[in-house]
T-cell receptor
Framework: QKEVEQNSGPLSVPEGAIASLNCTYS??????FFWYRQYSGKSPELIMS????GDKEDGRFTAQLNKASQYVSLLIRDSQPSDSATYLC??????????????FGTGTRLTIIP | KAGVTQTPRYLIKTRGQQVTLSCSPI?????VSWYQQTPGQGLQFLFE???????NKGNFPGRFSGRQFSNSRSEMNVSTLELGDSALYLC??????????????FGPGTRLLVL
């Protein structure tokens, strides 16, 4: 089982609709969760971080975390063509004898259809 | 404030050669992490340096090594290049490292092609 799993997509969503991206992780002790957006040919940029169960909203983006189910999701409301990108889920493994690290999923490619 | 810079941006090498990549973090950031990104494996953690010391290491062979200088600039070296080393190599910087709730800022990457 991969440490962080995402559906690779592609996920196609009509402009103006809600895009829902999902991520599961295997390490029950993980404490910090991040969503990065990566445009083609560019480097990843952080768009959301979440550390406790529940929802966290920032503009059109909402991150949801359920530690019991080891599940984190990203919702994008009113999707725009500029949201077309690959979305990477990243999980911060807990500190353990200096082996703390950020583990990324392989990403979900999202396409917003005008 | 200037972002993370990486040099060179593109590199072509042949099998068996070695390569050195450079990363300059955001001013004031002391932690530099290196990642390898390939279409099949995604973004994989190589290692992290903090205050000139390797603090964390991913699951890569010893051919991959790095170092950090007193000004926090970091270099990554890959010896005896293999075809499978063709990838985008990204570095990311943050103030103190992976611990806690810090944002990692990525550089533009170095695209390495091994022939």
């Amino acid at each position: 089982q991969k440490e962080v799993e995402q559906n690779s997509g592609p996920l196609s969503v009509p402009e103006g609709a809600i895009a829902s991206l999902n991520c599961t992780y295997s390490d029950r002790g993980s404490q910090s969760f991040f969503w990065y957006r990566q445009y083609s040919g560019k480097s990843p940029e952080l768009i959301m971080s979440i550390y406790s169960n529940g929802d966290k909203e920032d503009g059109r983006f909402t991150a949801q975390l359920n530690k019991a189910s080891q599940y984190v999701s990203l919702l994008i409301r009113d999707s725009q063509p500029s949201d077309s990108a690959t979305y990477l889920c990243a999980v911060n493994s807990p500190p353990n004898f200096g082996n703390e690290k950020l583990t990324f999923g392989t990403g979900t490619r999202l396409t917003i259809i005008p | 404030k200037a972002g993370v810079t990486q040099t060179p941006r593109y590199l072509i090498k042949t099998r068996g050669q070695q390569v050195t990549l450079s990363c300059s973090p955001i001013s004031g950031h002391r932690s530099v992490s290196w990642y390898q990104q390939t279409p099949g494996q995604g973004l994989q953690f190589l290692f992290e340096y903090f205050s000139e010391t390797q603090r964390n290491k991913g699951n890569f062979p010893g051919r991959f090594s790095g170092r950090q200088f007193s000004n926090s600039r970091s270099e990554m070296n890959v010896s005896t290049l293999e075809l499978g080393d063709s990838a985008l190599y990204l570095c990311a910087s943050s103030p103190t490292g992976l611990a806690g709730e810090e944002t990692q800022y990525f550089g533009p990457g170095t695209r390495l092609l091994v022939l």
